[in-house]
């Protein structure tokens, strides 16, 4: 007795067998790529740094800012301060006491979603990320 599989199956599995165990092995590759090609840092946090932070925090720091916030190693690097903590370490009391962006910031105050993004993303230890950014860092969120 001979089984034949419906034609629709067949052209299904002609599409997806080719694929099936590349998707991970591509995706974590271009997943790297992104995220170095955007600095390590997740895209939301990227965002919100490109928009309220990095104005100051840039290569080289302006107004006075102490380090630059533009990649994710900078924000692993010994704190500005206190050398025995790190860079996001101080970006977290910063920004929990409400002294980060100051007043006088030309970019105003974090938005309250804004400083959600940054305080989820401290809290955890302030993660690598691991996705692909869209055009302008908000691919993607990866902040747990």
Not at 17 to 43: E, F, I, N, W
Not at 51 to 75: S, V
Not at 90 to 116: C, F, H, N, W, Y
């Amino acid at each position: 007795m001979t089984c034949h599989a419906p034609l629709w199956a067949v052209g299904l599995l002609a599409a997806v067998l080719p694929t099936a165990g590349c998707r991970s092995d591509r995706g974590s590759a271009g997943a790297s790529d992104a995220a170095a090609a955007a600095g390590g840092l997740p895209c939301d946090v990227a965002a919100v740094l490109k928009l309220r932070c990095q104005g100051c925090h840039a290569q080289p720091p302006r107004m006075n800012a102490p380090m630059p916030l533009l990649t994710w190693d900078d924000t692993q690097k010994p704190g500005p301060y206190d050398k025995t903590a790190l860079t996001w370490q101080a970006m977290r009391q910063a920004i929990q006491a409400g002294d980060m962006p100051p007043s006088e910031s030309p970019t105003g105050p974090l938005a309250a979603p804004e400083k959600v993004i940054l305080l989820r993303w401290l809290d955890a230890s302030a993660p690598r990320g691991t996705v692909a950014c869209g055009p302008g860092g908000g691919g993607g969120t990866v902040t747990p």
